[in-house]
């Protein structure tokens, strides 16, 4: 009996099953308060993007090196009725430099089957060299070709829908 006398004498405890959410929302208040003060005094910055039309304007006609299929490197001036002339690998630093100056561009130009190995030599090759201003060429005129349509260019319906 001593065991049921010492349960009846002790008050009982229950858990609570229940979460106390006030404190997180004084927090949040306060911070929403923060933010609606502080938001108004923030200046955003001005960033001018550019436009997809726009494009700078070549001022220098570059100089063009052109990598074959083969791995043989050619060089021309992009200038009107320049032609292309053959250089060996070791005597390319030696033919761009002839042709270019300070602000001269040089671009490379690569068959579509030379592997990326031997264009980034050419360009590594030439930037170890002091060409600072060197690009790729892409053709542009190039597109994907669905249906043996050209993306730019719209469908011909075919005789029998006429």
Do not use: C, W
């Not at 929403?32 to 001005?46: D, E, R």
């Not at 033919?95 to 561009?105: C, D, K, L, Y």
């Not at 671009?107 to 190995?117: C, M, Q, T, W």
């Amino acid at each position: 009996m001593a065991s049921s006398r010492s349960h009846l004498s002790r008050p009982s405890r229950r858990l609570k099953n229940e979460i106390n959410v006030v404190p997180y929302i004084d927090v949040m208040l306060v911070l929403l308060v923060i933010f609606m003060v502080t938001a108004p005094m923030i200046t955003p910055g001005l960033i001018e993007l550019p436009t997809v039309g726009r494009a700078s304007d070549v001022p220098v006609e570059p100089v063009e090196v052109q990598i074959q299929e083969d791995g043989s490197l050619a060089i021309r001036s992009r200038s009107a009725g320049s032609e292309f002339e053959d250089i060996p690998k070791d005597g390319l630093v030696d033919a761009v430099r002839t042709r270019i100056s300070n602000e001269t561009p040089v671009v490379i130009a690569a068959d579509g089957k030379v592997p990326y190995e031997q264009v980034m030599a050419v360009m590594d090759q030439l930037r170890s060299n002091g060409v600072t201003r060197l690009g790729l060429l892409v053709d542009q005129g190039a597109s994907e070709v669905t249906d043996n349509v050209p993306l730019n260019q719209p469908s011909t319906p075919s005789a029998e829908q006429n």
